[in-house]
Structure formats: structure tokens, C-alpha cells
């Protein structure tokens, strides 16, 4: 996929803002919020908008949300500890593994498959270390030892990582409609504005 032009890369900027805006605060989600978009929208950053500053700049939001949302709006600091540190690290897993995957996602069916792939593995892994990071470090659990660890992270990493794989998956269906539907020019699709 060719990178975006400026107008596009303003919009999707835009657009992902707003989403990780209106879904931090709940990681899960409920009956009345979405789960929190945030690894989803990295992971999505490093295909569409690619930049290092830009990764930079929602690392930035990212912990002014959750400065905001611990100061004012009543969300528990129980995973602010010197573990959050780590979480820029955790977020480049996510956006650098897209922005190696943007080159190959030409829309068919099995650049698909491998984008979804990166991310479900990306995720992964990015939630160890942010998990990690909040488990040995974070001074929360006062005996630590890998096969708590271990149970813990069977439990809660296929909740993130499912999240980040449902709002990939719209993604994934709403450029695949955009490459089915936009005008083509030559063997280069328009879409790829």
C-alpha cells in the first residue's frame, strides 16, 4: 500500500484520534462504551499513517487521556506505576509491526490474512511487555513468580488481543470495500490515495 497523501494521513489521524479518545477509558467495554481501540489504532497508525512523529504524537495522547481519566473522570491509577514506562514500548511492537506489514497490503485476500496475522502476533506480544512491565515491575503483587504470571496472562491477554483483532477486522472490511470500489488508475489502485 502507497502511503497516504497529506489530506488522507490528516483525516485518518483524525479518525484514529477520536476513536482511541472515545474507547480509552474502558478496556473491556460494556453495554454502553466500546472496548478500549488503543492497540488497534497503533497497530492500524503503522500501516496508514507510518510516520515516527505520528507514533510519537498518539504515544503523546495516549497518556493525556489517561492523565485526564485519572484526574478528573473517576478511572482507578491501579496501572500507573513506574511499569507504564514500558508502555511506548508495548505500543511499538504494535505500529512498527504494521508499518513492516503497509508495503505487502495490496488488498487481496492473502495480504488480508497476513495483516491480521502480524496483529494478532503483534499483540501479542505487545501485551506481554505491557503486561509484563505491570506485573514484575509494577510492585502490585507482592510474591511474584511465573506461574501466577503465566495463569494471569492466559487470562487477560486474549481479551486485548481480541479487541485489537475486532476493530482490525472492520478496518480489513472497510479497505477491502474501498479497494473493490474506488476508481482504478493503471495497475495502481486510487484507493491507495
Partial sequence: MKPLSRPMFTAVAAIFAMVMIATRFHHFGDALHLPDASMALFFLGGIYLRKHLAFLGFVVLSVLVDWY??????????????AYSFMPLAYAVLWYT???LAPRYDGSLASHVTVFAGLLVS???SYAVSNGAFYWLG????DPNMVQYV????????LFVRAAAGYVLVAQAIQAMVFRF???TG?????QV
Fill in 69 to 82: 481519566s485519572v484526574s478528573y473522570a473517576g478511572v482507578s491509577d491501579f496501572c500507573i506505576t513506574i
Fill in 98 to 100: 504494521g508499518r513492516l
Fill in 123 to 125: 499483540a501479542t506480544l
Fill in 139 to 142: 510492585g502490585r503483587y507482592t
Fill in 151 to 158: 495463569q494471569r496472562f492466559a487470562q487477560w491477554a486474549p
Fill in 182 to 184: 474506488a476508481p482504478r
Fill in 187 to 191: 495497475d495502481n489502485r486510487a484507493a
